[in-house]
């Protein structure tokens, strides 16, 4: 084996060792001490490059990856690591000197990140410290029987011999590997958390919601007019899912406010509560996706808080803040009108999931999740579109992000092969706070038909509908359009969902056959 791969695999092992030791170090400060910023420079790393990400990469990697752009986040931060340390382990293998400077130069990239993030505390850095110099230790030990010879040793000096560094590289590889595993299980506050959430009793409301047995039409296929919350869906810039202990968690009112308010959650739920079918939409998605669901959510009006805190003339804006330092600029007349804009702490009947905000986050019907719906929410400024923006408003997306109406097929599926006979063409339309009044279909070229609108229970969630169909062989595209409540029929213009949604017509192909 060349001292080349002997450099590799010390590189390798270095790092993991690095990374295990860190992982294990935030966790345990995160347990002992606790800590307000981002200890671990897996996540910090991964948030900071999320921070920079532009607008069409984000974009990108929603199309691509869907709900998995976490995951492929950390397999591409995993694969460019082992190949950065690789090569650092090489760089070592000839000039030991820099390539510890540079391996200790990466190091403190890692620090940087730590330090950067929402919160952070000199002693956020520790983990990282001692875990880098837990890697150059073993960077220097595995790479020293290419770079000292065994001539000149010194009497009793040991070296270790190339098969001992393949042996030693690859047991410290795989106990690094460990160590980071260990450390991100340790790190997760779950168990108070989720004993907290099963404590916990959804408040009662004088109007519940109830679902009308026209609201489902049963098509199979079809999207349930409530979506399970296990798969709603998830947008959002946390790499790791905040576990928010409810006991401490508290909510701040300031800003162009007459006075300052702060709430705890048994002050929250002591409120009169309201329960609302609302349909959220998330920004990136596009022309017939799946980024958009629909529940019942329980909650306190965001307005009468406001309206607790007096709120002064002038303002334009509400700039809410996540436990990780998300913002979302929210304009203010959405959160003071009669919509049901929500500080909810129930989806569907049940506390929030930890994913979707435990123990408080954010609904407002009608404008994307990007400037609304914060989860983990704790901090609400009153402020001016002037004065602030929110996380995503400066990486290129629009200010405002009003929901426009669409509409999506859901059967039959594109590229489906129907066998000849009557069917159903069948799916949703949403135009969230304008509701749908009318969906069409066209097939091929031929004439729009009007498809049977299921019951409407609230104009802020989708509906469903459907169109009894009875195909001639061959290939069709089947083509649908929603005119709102407003009497306005979305547009044909296909434009992407930068900056602020997409629009188009979703159509299918299909094949009939015989």
Known sequence: MSSRADGAVAGVAAGAVTLGVAEVGAALLGRTVGSEGTPSPLLAVG??????????????????????????????????????????GEVAVRRRTVGLLLFALV???????????PGASAADAVPTLLGV???LGVLARLVAPATQPRSGMPSGATVPTR????????????LGAVGIVAG???????????????????????RPVTVPAGAEQGVPGQATYLSPTDDFYRIDTALSVPQVDPATWRLRVHGMVDREVEIDLEELLD?????????????????????????????????????????????????????????????????TDDRNALLAVAMNGEPLPDRHGFPVRMVVPGLYGYVSATKWV????????????????????????????????????AGADLAAGPTVIAGVAWAQHRGIDKVELQVDDGPWEEAELA??????????????????????TITVRATDGEGQTQTSEEVGVIPDGATGWHRVEVSVGA
């Open 271 to 335: 409120q009169p509560m309201v329960e609302a079918l609302v349909t959220l939409c998330c920004v990136s998605n596009t022309v017939g996706g799946s980024l958009v669901g629909n529940a019942v959510w329980t909650g306190w009006p965001v307005r009468e808080l406001l309206e607790r805190a007096g709120v002064q003339d002038g303002a334009d804006m509400v700039l809410s803040t996540s436990t990780d330092g998300f913002t979302a600029g929210t304009p203010l007349e959405v959160l």
């Open 107 to 117: 190091g403190a990239v890692g620090m940087a990140a730590v330090l950067t993030r």
């Open 163 to 174: 098969r001992s560094v393949l042996a030693w590289g690859g047991g410290l590889a795989v």
């Open 455 to 476: 019951l409407e229970p609230s104009v802020d969630s989708w509906r469903q509908w459907k169109l009894p169909w009875d195909p001639a062989q061959g290939e069709h």
């Open 133 to 135: 110099l837990a890697g």
């Open 47 to 88: 948030g900071a490059f999320v921070d920079r990400t532009p607008a069409w990469l984000k974009d990108l990697a929603v199309t691509v990856f869907g709900t998995a752009d976490k995951v492929a986040l950390f397999v591409g931060m995993g694969l460019t690591l082992v190949i950065a340390c690789a090569v650092l």
């Open 378 to 413: 704790v901090d609400l400024k009153v402020t001016t579109f002037a004065a602030d923006e929110g996380y995503w408003t400066p990486r290129g997306w629009g200010e405002r992000g009003p929901v426009k109406t669409a509409s999506r097929i859901d059967v039959p599926r």
């Open 184 to 206: 991100r299980a340790l790190a997760r506050a779950g168990e108070v958390v989720e004993a907290a959430r099963e404590a916990f009793r959804v408040p009662t409301v004088r």
